[in-house]
């Protein structure tokens, strides 16, 4: 018997969870870092379900309520995508309402944020950023003065360089020029 599309579909979607790094993105608590939690990105069942609870709410159509429905849209969808590490497909929390009893503020925040960095599609041929700007940016970053970085800024940095370092470590270039020297080879 021949696997239906979406047998398929679901089968990948699977093997995709298994493989877990290419999924899933761990995110320690700022309230308590020794503990992480793995977040996944979510279904488009799961993500539609999160905009109806939003939908439902009895907030004015003003500002207060706009910042209402989006901090709502934001738990709801926290909540959704915090999984069990050993079976990506077991939800932590079954309703926000649990989540909100156990996390600090400042851990929804810090999952939200990084929810979003995990699911956004962005590159820099769909931005459209030139190569000379790319130039620029080498330059900058070669630099500036790493050590003066505080607050915000250094967070930002910090977080930059954690997202794309385990990516560059992995690759199999032979490096820069001014690394290349200070390489040993066994001959």
Same mark, same amino acid.
Not at 45 to 65: C, I
Not at 80 to 105: F, G, H, K, P, W
């Given at each position: ?121 962005? *590159? ?38 954690? *997202? ?8 199999? *270039? ?14």
């Amino acid at each position: 018997m021949a696997a239906t599309t979406r047998d398929r579909i679901r089968e990948r979607r699977l093997d995709r969870m298994r493989l877990g790094q290419t999924v899933c993105d761990y995110v320690a608590l700022v309230s308590d870092p020794e503990i992480r939690l793995c977040i996944v990105p979510l279904t488009e069942a799961d993500y539609l379900q999160a905009l109806e609870k939003v939908r439902d709410v009895d907030a004015p159509d003003n500002l207060a309520g706009m910042a209402i429905r989006d901090r709502i849209q934001a738990q709801e969808i926290v909540a959704r995508s915090i999984r069990e590490e050993s079976d990506l497909s077991q939800r932590v929390y079954n309703s926000t309402e649990e989540m909100a009893e156990e996390l600090e503020v400042a851990d929804v925040d810090e999952l939200w944020d990084r929810y979003l960095e995990m699911s956004q599609k962005s *590159s820099p041929a769909l931005d459209g950023i030139p190569e000379e700007e790319f130039e620029n940016l080498k330059k900058t970053l070669q630099t500036m003065d790493w050590s003066e970085l505080s607050g915000r800024s250094w967070y930002a940095a910090k977080r930059f360089l954690m *997202s794309i370092t385990p990516e560059l470590l992995q690759g199999n *270039s032979p490096g820069s020029t001014s690394t290349n020297s200070l390489t040993t080879t066994s001959e």
